[in-house]
Every structure is written in C-alpha cells, then in structure tokens.
C-alpha cells in the first residue's frame, strides 16, 4: 500500500530509545516521501522505560559522549548537554548525565529531525499500543489498542522489556500490597516507605543499584538487603577502548572455548589498560562470532554464563558505584547470595520472604520487597509477539531470548524465511546477535541497515 502522496508509510510500534532512533535514522536516510506512526502510548518519544525516570539520581550508564545516535557524529549528545549548561567540565564523572536529561535529549532529536526534513516526512505519534500485526496484501495491518487499525508499507517492532517478572510464587495478598514494589522504575514507587523500613531488593544489577540510590537520597535509613542467586554486582569503568584485536585467528567454537578464550585475553592485556578494553573491544565482533556458535552452544552461554557477561559488560556510573561502595561499608547495605523461592504476608503486615541458601532454607521479614531482577526477557509474553509466533509470521531465535531475525533485522517466520517488510530492533532481538541492548549498539545496528528498511521489497 502506499499513502495518497505517495509516501512510503513506516509503523514503529514502541517509541522509546529504540523506536525513537529508528525514527530518526530513517528520516535522514529516506530519499522519497515518508510517512511514519509511532505507537507509543507514553506522551514523549524516546523515553521508553529507561528515559522516563524522573528521579535525578538516576544516570546513564556511560557518558555521554557514548551515547551518540549516530555513529559519525561524536560528541552531538554531549554538545546538546554542553549548550544547556548541564555539563560544567568537571571532569569525566559529569558527564554521566541523569536518565531523564538524556530522555530529553531523544524528544529534542526527534523533533529537529523532523522539522530538518520538511515535508518530505511527516510523523504522527500516536498513544495507542499495537496488539497485532498481519499480513495485508502486499504490507500489513497493525491493530491497535484503541481498536483502530494502521496500514502499513514497513512495520518495526521496537518495544524493549516488559517489567520484571515475580523471581517466585506469591502469595494471598501480596501482589496488592503496600510494601510491594513490582515496579522500582515507576513515579515514587519508593517514596511510601518509611525511614526506617527493612527492604528486601530482589536482584543485585543495575536496577537495585537505582533503587539503592533512590532510598539514600531520599534519607532512608532502614537496613537494606540485596539478595541474588550469584550475588554479582555490576563492576567499575575503566579506560574506554574497543579497538584491541581480542578475536584471534580461530574464532571459539563452544561456550567454554570462548570463555577461556576471553579470560587469556584478559589476562594478557596490558595491565595500565585493564580488563574492560577486553570486553568492550570483545563486544564489536560478538555479532560474527555468535553466528557461527551451534544453537546449543548458545543456550549454554545464555544459562550458565550471560550473568557474568553482564556485570562486565554493563558497567555503572563512577557516582552510582562511590554510592554503593559508602552504603556497604556503612552497613546501610548487605549483598548476599540467596535465591528468593516465595513471598508471603505476615499476620503483622510484613512481608514473609522464603529464602533458599547454599540448599539450606531460611524465612525472613521485611517491611517492603522491591523487584529489581531487570527487565522480562521473554519478548513472547507480550500478546502481540504471542500472536506473532501462534501464526507463525515470527520465531524464537536459537538463544530462546527473543525474536529471530537475519543480520539486517528482518523477522523470520517459523520455516526461517525472512518476512518482508517486518523487522525488529532492540533488545528483542538479542539472541540473534549475542548483544542488542546498549542504546549505542542499537542506535549503530539501526544507522546500518535502515536503508534496507526504506527499500523496495523484492
């Protein structure tokens, strides 16, 4: 189908980081009349989960000088901040900029982006989600929740996570109550507790590190314990490299090859470098080797070895890691190892959590349980890509991660044919890369292939 003038007539269905950048991206490159809708039922493009926070403590993960959409224009981010007198040339530790600025920035892109193209493009926003999307002639339909439906030359699914999911069983009465925090990313889901509440986070990544950070800064004082199966914290920055040649002459064949592959690396760099040169120069080729690794051997990685991957790879902000580091050591904060195996509420109110320790079972109460186990992975648990996957228009990637697309982020149908003009982007898609949730990594993948996108389907 095209429009009445023409144009080529793009759905984006999720408008956070990930739809946001695939808007923009396809804009500079569009060489014809372009149309797009963006489903995203929040009121600003770009913010998605991770940007709509408005909590000030709450920083990028890298600075801001890394965080640029596109990968030739270096520093773009960092003026944008500069020329609003939210960099002061402190240091590096200042450039990790708040979550919501950063979101900000995303909004301010889309629309100079926008307006750049003139009528060539025009965009609408519309706050509705997709609840399907179906083959419609040559293109597609796209149901929406408002009961309409969008007609479509291309569709993108750019939804990231959905919100973490219950680590256990709950118990009557838990889902409802008060101390309860399902959503540690929602407006003042912590400001109900009290000062001195016990809290028990559920997770020890970089979401319980914002809800560590959150609590401190609003004076809470209570004892707060941090609980996961591996008891891994996400690990310091160090020297921003990613041109180390890490990869060798024979690419690693089997999940323990490629650990002991990058552990020599590791040990072998120059000890002024560190290790994160290691990793983040690792992260560049992950694509090349992780399509060469039997379907196996990736759902071997994926269980036993994508935890440590993430705590190296998803690194924290200098503030956010002094903060940790001052609440451990002053007993504000306790990390430990435990598997959470059931909730439940106390007949004085609190809640009961069932703890599991080396085998060894334990019980033990607090006044609040925050959920901080990270975004759902499972991308099927969203109806639409249920839907997509029930029909057979999509299919699990070989990780059991997400959705399975060719390295131009075309989806496949259950028979492993790509579906034309259907594509996924983002975190969804990671289990057909190795590596798709960095902003940056998915900001360049999109940069590198939206002309494919805009193309004619043969």
């Known amino acids: 189908m095209t429009s009445a003038r023409d144009a080529l007539h793009l759905v984006v269905v999720g408008g ?9 991206h396809a804009v500079r490159a569009a060489n014809r009349p372009l149309d797009i809708t963006v489903l995203e039922p929040r009121a600003e493009l770009g913010r998605g ?26 520093g773009a981010a960092s003026a944008w901040f500069r020329a609003r007198g939210l960099l002061n ?14 979101g900000a920035y995303l909004a301010d892109l889309v629309r100079r982006t926008c307006e750049a193209a003139g009528d060539r493009v025009r965009l609408r926003h519309r706050r509705t989600i997709a609840t399907a999307v179906i083959p419609q002639d040559r293109g597609w339909r796209v149901e929406t929740g408002t009961g309409a439906a969008v007609a479509a030359d291309r569709v993108a699914l750019c939804f990231g996570h959905g919100l973490p999911a219950p680590p256990c069983p709950l118990g009557p009465g838990v889902a409802a109550s008060r101390g309860f925090i399902p959503n540690p990313w929602a407006d003042d889901a912590l400001a109900a507790l009290g000062p001195d509440a016990s809290v028990l986070i559920v997770g020890t990544g970089l979401t319980m590190a914002d809800a560590v950070t959150s609590l401190r800064a609003n004076g809470h ?32 064949e089997t999940a323990l090859e490629l650990l002991r592959h990058l552990r020599r690396q590791a040990a072998a760099v120059d000890p002024a470098l560190g290790w994160q040169p290691v990793v983040d120069s690792f992260r560049k080729v992950l694509p090349d080797v992780w399509a060469t690794l039997p379907p196996g051997e990736k759902r071997r990685l994926v269980r036993h070895l994508l935890p440590y991957w993430e705590v190296h790879r998803f690194r924290i902000a200098p503030q956010i890691a002094a903060g940790l580091a001052r609440a451990r050591a002053e007993g504000h904060l306790i990390v430990a190892r435990a598997a959470v195996t059931g909730l439940r509420l106390s007949g004085d109110g609190r809640l009961a959590a069932e703890l599991r320790r080396g085998g060894r079972p334990e019980q033990r109460l607090f006044d609040a349980v925050v959920l901080c186990t990270g975004p759902q992975r499972d991308s099927a648990r969203n109806p639409l890509v249920a839907g997509l996957l ?17 390295r131009c982020s075309r989806v496949l149908d259950a028979a492993g044919a790509r579906q034309p003009g259907l594509y996924a982007f983002g975190p969804m898609t990671r289990g057909s890369f190795g590596e798709m949730t960095g902003a940056a990594d998915i900001a360049h993948h999109i940069e590198s292939v939206v002309g494919g996108l805009l193309a004619p389907v043969r």
Do not use: W
């Open 16 to 24: 956070g980081f990930t739809g946001a950048a695939l808007a923009i």
């Open 49 to 74: 989960i991770a940007y709509s926070t408005r909590d000030p403590n709450h920083r990028i993960n890298v600075p801001s000088d890394r965080m640029d959409i596109a990968a030739a224009a270096s």
């Open 390 to 406: 029930a029909a057979g228009t999509a299919r699990r990637d070989a990780a059991d991660l997400g959705l399975a697309v060719d």
């Open 221 to 252: 004082r209570g004892p707060i314990t941090a609980l996961s199966r591996r008891g891994l914290l996400p690990q310091a920055h160090g020297v921003f490299l990613t041109t180390l040649d890490v990869l060798g002459v024979r690419r690693p």
């Open 89 to 102: 040339g402190a240091g590096e530790d200042d450039s990790y900029v708040p979550r919501a600025t950063y």
